[in-house]
């Protein structure tokens, strides 16, 4: 999977590239990007950030590694389970995530870590997908998504903002695009 990710760079940067760049461009201090993938998200990080990223994937982490030289930033990246993250509480400034919630096997957890890792003034990110507000796409969505699932580990039709605010965060800005397929979600940690 990981190669084939990064084969879609070009097309994840038509579709996707414009919300990477709008909600993680202020992005500062010592940056956490959780489930960094391939690492699509560093190119939109600002160079006087100290960048790290984590993945379950050996494979998807041997592309991040690449990217982070590509963009010449300041950062490494760590095979870690989101759920369980090894670093110390408050060590970031902003925690990054994009087009993950779908995709942990324990979403609250995962959240949990982000806020224990992010100091108490930083900020949480996120980019991520979820069921549109278009009806016959949510329709598409649901008719796919057990199938999608069970193939990819993605859970198309899922609600991040409801799960953010499950996992207790303070929501501070969250909007959606695209036929309600894409949001944003600023939070801070409590």
Same mark, same amino acid.
């Given at each position: 999977m990981a190669d084939k990710l990064a084969r879609w760079r070009q097309l994840d940067r038509l579709f996707a590239g414009r919300y990477r760049r709008r909600q993680f461009r202020h992005a500062n201090g010592r940056v956490l990007d959780v489930a960094c993938g391939t690492g699509r998200d560093f190119r939109h990080l600002t160079s006087g950030s100290e960048v790290v990223g984590i993945d379950i994937s050996a494979e998807m982490l041997a592309h991040a590694r690449s990217e982070l030289d590509r963009f010449e930033l300041d950062g490494t990246v760590h095979q870690m389970d989101a759920q369980a993250l090894y670093f110390p509480d408050?060590?970031?400034?902003?925690?990054?995530?994009? %087009?993950?919630?779908? /995709? %942990?096997?324990? !979403?609250? @957890?995962?959240? +949990?870590?982000?806020?224990?890792?992010?100091? !108490?003034?930083? *900020?949480?990110?996120?980019?991520? +997908?979820?069921?549109?507000? @278009? @009806?016959?796409? =949510?329709?598409?969505?649901?008719?796919? =998504?057990?199938? +999608?699932?069970?193939?990819?580990?993605?859970?198309?039709? +899922?609600?991040?903002?409801? /799960?953010? *605010?499950?996992?207790?965060? /303070?929501? /501070?800005?969250?909007?959606? @695009? %695209? %036929?309600?397929?894409?949001?944003?979600?600023?939070?801070?940690? *409590?």
């Amino acid at each position: 999977m990981a190669d084939k990710l990064a084969r879609w760079r070009q097309l994840d940067r038509l579709f996707a590239g414009r919300y990477r760049r709008r909600q993680f461009r202020h992005a500062n201090g010592r940056v956490l990007d959780v489930a960094c993938g391939t690492g699509r998200d560093f190119r939109h990080l600002t160079s006087g950030s100290e960048v790290v990223g984590i993945d379950i994937s050996a494979e998807m982490l041997a592309h991040a590694r690449s990217e982070l030289d590509r963009f010449e930033l300041d950062g490494t990246v760590h095979q870690m389970d989101a759920q369980a993250l090894y670093f110390p509480d408050d060590s970031f400034d902003t925690v990054i995530s994009s %087009f993950s919630t779908c /995709t %942990f096997p324990d !979403p609250i @957890a995962a959240l +949990h870590e982000m806020e224990r890792v992010c100091t !108490p003034d930083g *900020e949480i990110l996120l980019l991520e +997908h979820r069921r549109s507000d @278009a @009806a016959p796409l =949510a329709w598409l969505q649901d008719w796919r =998504a057990e199938a +999608h699932y069970e193939k990819n580990g993605c859970r198309l039709n +899922h609600d991040p903002l409801a /799960t953010v *605010e499950q996992a207790g965060l /303070t929501v /501070t800005n969250a909007s959606t @695009a %695209f %036929f309600g397929l894409v949001t944003t979600i600023d939070a801070s940690p *409590e």
